[in-house]
């Protein structure tokens, strides 16, 4: 039998993390290794774990650190734990900050429990998951924005361009097509279709978008199509 998914509880809602905990109960393939309430506590935990978490379920507006600080801090170096922000989204301008600090992907609150596990496991397999409509939703109503404002009202540091000088030089005619597709929201089997290319053929090219850019994962390649201006 495999190792199960180590994943770490992150929510200053109890019954949030109850929630997850209890239906975690019956999945053989996951295993709750610790629950915190704070971001300063999320990133304690993680140090402290040993072997880490594979996968953090991070909520984004906590007292004290926010998520997105404790995605920034827990996500670097090597061998981090991949990150997963729940969020309300509708109201929550934190998103695509949580994106550009390490995540690798969101989850909505009110998604049935089943396809949040179903998403920490995609996650912990090394896919980013990011749902095509919600992409679209958060380039155009948050990417252009200004960094939000702290839970103290102060504004956050700005998160550092993923895009380098230079970075799409070696880019092709055809990868920039895609990647401006990726940063759009569409899968690969939706890029295929559009291109007039298969499925196979657009994953290909997304892959060679990952070693060109230096791109962790899909999530990235949305942030840096945007960065491009190749995503409205």
Do not use: C, W
Request: aromatic share 4%; net charge negative; proline share 6%.
């Amino acid at each position: 039998m495999s190792t199960p998914i180590r994943v770490l509880l992150v929510d200053d809602q109890p019954l949030v993390r109850a929630g997850l905990r209890v239906l975690m109960a019956d999945s053989p393939d996951l295993e709750v290794v610790g629950e915190a309430g704070t971001g300063i506590e999320a990133v304690r935990l993680t140090e402290d774990l040993r072997p880490r978490p594979d996968v953090i379920v991070m909520d984004v507006r906590m007292p004290g650190m926010d998520g997105i600080e404790a995605t920034r801090i827990v996500t670097a170096g090597t061998d981090a734990p991949r990150v997963l922000v729940l969020t309300t989204f509708d109201d929550d301008e934190y998103v695509y900050g949580a994106l550009r600090s390490g995540a690798s992907g969101f989850l909505v609150k009110d998604m049935a429990l089943d396809d949040i596990l179903a998403a920490i496991r995609v996650v912990a397999a090394g896919d980013a998951l990011i749902a095509p409509g919600v992409t679209r939703r958060l380039i155009e109503e948050f990417a252009a924005r200004p960094e939000p404002a702290s839970a103290s009202g102060a504004a956050t540091a700005p998160a550092a361009t993923l895009l380098t000088p230079g970075a799409l030089a070696g880019v092709t005619a055809r990868e920039r097509e895609v990647l401006a597709l990726v940063g759009r929201g569409l899968s690969n089997g939706e890029i295929g279709e559009r291109l007039h290319i298969s499925a196979a053929t657009a994953k290909a090219h997304v892959a060679r978008l990952f070693t060109k850019l230096g791109a962790r994962d899909r999530v990235q390649l949305v942030i840096l199509a945007y960065e491009a201006g190749l995503a409205p």
